[in-house]
């Protein structure tokens, strides 16, 4: 199973941006999908998360209200869409797949590469 995520890049603070996660090799409507970020000298941490059919979502508190995930089974693609971005929202964004239902990176068996977000003021 491959994970490529795309989209990010350098923005503004009170910008939008729009991440994908496109899946491959599996059967990507078994998976409940995750996004994770990790910002510079700080730990992986939570970020959204929706399970197999995109019926239910969680957030962390940090982006609840200003970021939604979604996802499209016929695309085999997870989306994070990111409303009035701050400089804390900077981080590398990584989206992964699993069997379960959780917030927890340990959890979730696949994970993508990464893609950069920088916020800038």
């Known amino acids: 199973v491959q994970l490529q995520a795309s989209g990010g890049g350098l923005v503004q603070v009170g910008d939008s941006l729009r991440l994908s996660c496109a899946v491959s090799?599996?059967?990507?409507?078994?998976?409940?999908m995750g996004w994770f970020r990790q910002a510079p000298g700080k730990e992986r941490e939570f970020v959204a998360r929706?399970?197999?059919?995109?019926?239910?979502?969680r957030y962390a508190d940090s982006v609840k209200g200003r970021f939604t995930i979604s996802r499209d089974n016929a695309k085999n693609t997870v989306y994070l869409q990111m409303d009035s971005v701050k400089p804390e929202d900077t981080a590398v964004y990584y989206c992964?797949?699993?069997?379960?239902?959780?917030?927890?990176?340990?959890?979730?068996?696949?994970w993508g590469q990464g893609t950069l977000v920088t916020v800038s003021s």
């Open positions: 090799g599996g059967t990507f409507s078994s998976y409940n």
């Open positions: 929706i399970t197999r059919g995109g019926g239910t979502t």
């Open positions: 992964a797949a699993g069997y379960s239902v959780s917030v927890y990176a340990s959890a979730y068996d696949y």
